[in-house]
């Protein structure tokens, strides 16, 4: 069975290539040292411009915590990279327009991809004197990378193949889906049309899960990361828990493992299996969504694949309902109340079905992963985000209407104020030099979290949104050195704020900088 701990184990420092030759019992024909990645920009919304690439892991030959470059070249991380931010740059920019290409060395980890903001990797050392990355988790609000609009995909590239992943074990943020040719040509991750919203309002319409959502739809957050950061209950599956502990009192759980049967029964407050499975305490909540803790799964061949049956069995609530495990109708996958309809939610908006909604969403071949013992090459596509930022929200505009000042303006017919009167047609613009501003006060302290920029022809290439409670004290929640002009929607993590403003410290053009529209958007 392929689990996702095959990919986690390049986390640990280990060459990969030992678990993962040893699957399946396909040859194991000759790959090549590198494959043709070709990134495609499907967005519908962001400019090559606005997006990095990042490829970081384990050098399969030397064990070492790596990144690529953007011409291929795989590197060895240390300090050094930091830089005095204390934060390592590792992105590789897109083309500057149409598909980009990029070509991948032997190693095994994640390619990330960030939009509007580069994503702030460190360096450090780790407790054995070697130097270590520190990845993004978008899960932590204190992350440097919380507000930055990101996503990954899982690869392990070797000898034996490419074996690959878009993973949701984490977050979803970014549709993506991966394209694999070779001895085959197979594809996941592509979500249904409008997949992305869906998921968002899936996820969202559910109380307990809503908390999930981070933002202005920036990210959805699994929920075991959601019980850490104290956004979902830690007991939720306490009931289902003691449901299933009570049913298998008085009945016999099977488990099929190939052509074995464990046969279980809860005795002790234990669930003991037949032919030498080791006995499992109740989970917790979190051992559920994590796969680990009480359902742990040893590396062992007997208890590891009973406890992956029971971690897939749970997540999809199957387990009370069906004493004879696994099922593989998925059809009849979380279909309970209690049940982890994150990971349900996604399933439901991908093409194929397949998503990697916890870390056994493999258990029954359900998982976004994909492999060819032989491949020629892999193309990622960012696939488009839906209605969700090509047009303005119909709701939480705070910023209409409202007092505005600017630092200078270019002449009495371009106010500050035109840049919040909602009309298109006039516009707020400054005098020519750098720095320049414009602010608008929300008129009290409000929760905002998004802001869209309609430039006229004299944008920003280098500005920063900043958000204050006093207009005289000011904290940046955006800033970029590549604006690209035209409307730029940007998202960020929530921030009370009652003044907002735009800093420009670069332009475009020899003339000032000029909005049609400046809104902040919020509760
Ligand atoms: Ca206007």
């Keep these: 069975m392929v689990t996702r701990r095959s990919f986690l184990q390049w986390t640990a420092a280990a060459a990969v290539g030992g678990p993962l030759l040893a699957l399946g019992g396909r040859s194991m024909a000759s790959a090549a040292t590198r494959l043709p990645i ?3 920009n499907n967005t519908g919304l962001y400019p090559n411009s606005a997006i990095w690439m990042y490829i970081v892991g384990t050098n399969s030959a030397t064990g070492q915590q790596s990144y690529v470059r953007a011409d291929g070249t795989l590197v060895a991380v ?75 995909m899982e690869f392990t590239f070797a000898d034996s193949g490419m074996y690959c992943n878009t993973t949701m074990v984490d977050m979803f943020s970014i549709p993506m889906a991966i394209n694999l040719v070779g001895s085959r040509n197979q594809t996941t991750g592509t979500l249904k049309a409008g997949g992305r919203d869906a998921i968002f309002a899936g996820v969202s319409a559910l109380p307990a899960f809503k908390p999930l959502v981070l933002g202005n739809n920036l990210r959805v957050i699994a929920p075991g990361h959601g019980i850490e950061a104290g956004l979902f209950s830690s007991t939720y599956y306490d009931q289902y828990v003691t449901d299933v502990w009570n049913t298998y009192t008085g009945t016999d759980l099977r488990v099929k493992i190939n052509t074995t049967t464990h046969t279980g029964r809860v005795s002790g407050g234990q669930l003991r299996f037949s032919g030498g499975v080791a006995p ?33 069995a749970f997540n999809r609530s199957t387990l009370r309902t069906h004493p004879d495990q696994p099922v593989t109708d998925p059809s009849a996958y979380y279909q309970e109340t209690i049940s ?24 029954g071949d359900f998982a976004s992963y994909i492999q060819d013992n032989a491949p020629t090459g892999m193309t990622l596509t960012l696939t488009p985000f839906g209605s969700g930022g090509t047009t303005p929200p ?7 209407g ?44 409000r929760s905002v979290n998004r802001v869209r920029l309609n430039w006229e022809a ?66």
């Excluded at 062992?300 to 694949?305: Q, R, S």
């Excluded at 982890?340 to 996604?346: A, D, E, F, L, M």
């Excluded at 949104?465 to 929607?489: F, P, R």
């Excluded at 998202?491 to 003044?499: E, L, M, Q």
Aim: hydrophobic share 35%; glycine share 10%; net charge negative.
């Design 38 to 40: 070709t990134v495609v």
């Design 458 to 523: 004299a944008y920003a290439t280098a500005y920063s949104i900043q958000t204050s409670a006093n207009n005289s004290t000011w904290s940046t929640v955006y800033s970029t050195t590549t604006g690209h002009g035209g409307i730029e929607d940007l998202t960020f993590a929530t921030t009370s704020a009652r003044y907002v403003r735009v800093l420009g410290t670069a332009r475009a053009t020899a003339y000032g900088y000029s909005l049609w529209e400046f809104e902040v958007y919020g509760t």
């Design 280 to 312: 499992f305490n109740k989970p917790t909540t979190k051992d559920i969504f994590y796969c680990n803790g009480a359902l742990g799964a040893p590396n062992d061949g007997l208890t590891g694949p009973v406890a992956a049956q029971l971690g897939a």
């Design 340 to 363: 982890n309809h994150y990971s349900r939610v996604i399933h439901q908006n991908t093409v194929d079905g397949k998503a990697y909604g916890f870390p056994f969403d493999d258990v």
């Design 78 to 152: 240390s300090p050094s990279l930091n830089g005095p931010d204390g934060y390592a740059d590792l992105s590789i920019p897109l083309a500057s327009s149409g598909n980009s290409g990029i070509s991948l060395p032997n190693m095994s980890g994640r390619i990330y991809f960030s939009i509007n903001q580069k994503l702030k990797f460190r360096v450090v050392t780790d407790g054995n004197g070697r130097s270590a990355l520190q990845y993004p988790a978008g899960w932590v609000s204190s992350d440097p990378s919380y507000s930055v609009l990101h996503d990954c």
């Design 402 to 445: 409202r007092p505005a000042a600017a630092s200078t303006t270019e002449n009495t017919t371009t106010a500050a104020s035109n840049a919040f009167d909602g009309n298109t047609g006039t516009r707020w613009s400054s005098a020519f030099a750098d720095p320049q501003w414009l602010s608008v006060d929300l008129g009290s302290a």
């Design 394 to 400: 119909t709701s939480g505009l705070l910023s209409g």
